[in-house]
């Protein structure tokens, strides 16, 4: 590949996250301008906390699916290996499939009203737990393809040589899984961050996602503000993904 | 002593062992010989505690081992493949039942460094399993195995995947350890050369049932252990080779 070509196609990648950084930092851009016609960091000004409350949005996306990513693969790696093991895994596995046979917007208008009856309805925690019915199967899904016969072996070894079901996990299935845990985890992040139907319905607006500020922005035409609060969604995915890179893949790959 | 008496055990009303009973001594290595699916690695699972028995009783010195959970019975059941943990360094793996057991850190270097070099490994200490050959690899997992000085010792065809060379220097070194050592262990085999080499005692398993010989020479005059067939292949090939 040449040069040129390298530099070319960087460029086109590139273009749409610096055309969203330029416009966040825009104001008054009537055509046939190629730019803006005045620059300002008024928008960013937002996000320390102006009437906007970008600030929060931003806190709460993170908290939300920090705590969606956790929960969910934490939960989906040990189920994923009891199902494995199940003499009758494959229907236990099917089950998984559940939530996405229909859509999330339809499973979270099946499950409104058991949110309503149990006082989750436009909470956190609703939105939460809205989010792990569809994180956490997709996790056990992840998972099943992990688990096989001689992991299985060698946590039967764990146990001849001593070991407890908690110090196979913490010595030899954790770190073995590491490289796996670490990439369920950063889907799994990423499903929950930019969830947008079921976030929705299940918090009725009072749950106000960053994802959901976006296209609040987007309904209301604003281009710029929408422009930078989709700025702000693209960063914790793209610190995630360096994160990913520089602790997962720099790593020695184990089976 | 371990003291097996009228094990039994059923996979789908089929039965993989049938009233088997037999006693090992301490310090004594018994060879099982059997083709695959005679019963041989259910027989060891259950002795781990790892599967349950139908019926029948498990004694160790004395000792009911049915209630005992597989992690407190120091039974340490050794499979075909090494099974090193990948994450971690020959000195690791070998350490691994030390620091299950939070032994102090002065402790498990001694033994650890002591068992490298019985094992002739001391120069791959710091190497990670992939490192290593298929015999060094067994080797570590001996050496896994034997620091926590398991009460008895179970191979199941743990030389199956080396190839002939490595084969025979790992049956010399696993005698000659067994022997220091003064190791409890049942090695079960379908090599019958093998069989004969290891074990103190032999048996062989068929159909569910083990059956278990006096002496070497009643193991041979045995015809369903395949021996005297094997004994005579030699006798006709050297015959053949002295005629022409």
């Known amino acids: ?255 | 002593m371990l003291d097996i008496k009228n094990i039994n055990k059923q996979y789908k009303g089929e039965a993989v062992l049938q009233d088997l009973s037999f006693t090992l001594q301490a310090h004594e290595m018994l060879s099982i010989l059997g083709r695959s699916g005679s019963g041989k690695t259910t027989l060891l699972k259950i002795l781990a505690g790892l599967e349950t028995a139908d019926r029948g009783q498990l004694l160790l010195d004395g000792q009911d081992l049915s209630p005992v959970p597989a992690n407190q019975r120091g039974i340490v059941y050794l499979y075909q493949e090494a099974l090193l943990f990948p994450h971690l360094d020959v000195f690791e793996n070998v350490a691994f039942g030390l620091r299950l057991r939070h032994r102090p850190e002065t402790e498990i270097k001694k033994k650890v460094n002591a068992l490298l070099q019985r094992l002739e490994l001391p120069e791959q200490a710091r190497k990670m399993p992939e490192q290593l050959s298929g015999g060094q690899r067994q080797r570590v997992a001996f050496g896994r195995a034997l620091i926590i000085e398991p009460r008895v010792l179970l191979l199941d065809e743990p030389f199956g995947a080396l190839d002939t060379e490595t084969r025979r220097s790992m049956q010399q070194l696993l005698k000659r350890v067994a022997k220091d050592l003064g190791l409890t262990a049942i090695f079960v085999t379908h090599d019958l050369k093998e069989a004969m080499l290891m074990g103190d005692r032999l048996g062989m398993m068929q159909n569910g049932q083990l059956k278990i010989y006096g002496s070497r020479a009643e193991f041979i005059a045995d015809e369903s252990t395949g021996a005297r067939e094997e004994a005579r292949f030699w006798i006709d090939l050297h015959d053949l080779k002295l005629t022409k």
């Open chain 1, 1 to 255: 590949m040449s040069r040129f070509t390298k530099i070319a196609l960087i460029g086109l990648i590139l273009f749409p996250f610096a055309f969203l950084l330029m416009l966040s930092v825009g104001r008054q851009w009537p055509y046939p301008a190629v730019f803006p016609e005045q620059w300002a960091l008024s928008n960013w000004q937002l996000v320390l906390g102006g009437s906007e409350g970008l600030g929060n949005s931003v806190l709460l996306s993170v908290l939300l699916s920090l705590s969606v990513a956790t929960l969910s693969t934490g939960l989906s790696f040990w189920v994923s290996r009891h199902i494995a093991y199940h003499p009758k895994r494959e229907a236990w596995l099917s089950l998984a499939y559940f939530p996405y046979v229909f859509a999330p917007v339809i499973l979270a208008a099946c499950l409104q009203f058991f949110f309503i009856v149990a006082g989750l309805y436009g909470t956190f925690g609703g939105v939460l737990l809205a989010q792990l019915f569809i994180t956490f199967p997709y996790g056990v899904i992840f998972f099943s393809s992990f688990w096989n016969e001689r992991l299985r072996s060698m946590e039967e070894l764990v146990k001849t040589l001593g070991g407890s079901t908690l110090q196979a996990y913490a010595k030899v299935l954790v770190p073995v899984a590491k490289g796996a845990l670490m990439t369920c985890f950063f889907q799994l992040f990423l499903i929950s961050w930019f969830e947008y139907g079921l976030t929705n319905l299940i918090g009725v607006g009072k749950v106000p996602t960053l994802t959901l500020r976006v296209f609040q922005y987007v309904n209301e035409a604003n281009i710029f503000l929408a422009a930078l609060a989709s700025c702000l969604l693209i960063l914790p995915p793209v610190a995630l993904l360096w994160l990913n890179r520089a602790v997962v893949f720099r790593e020695r790959i184990v089976p």
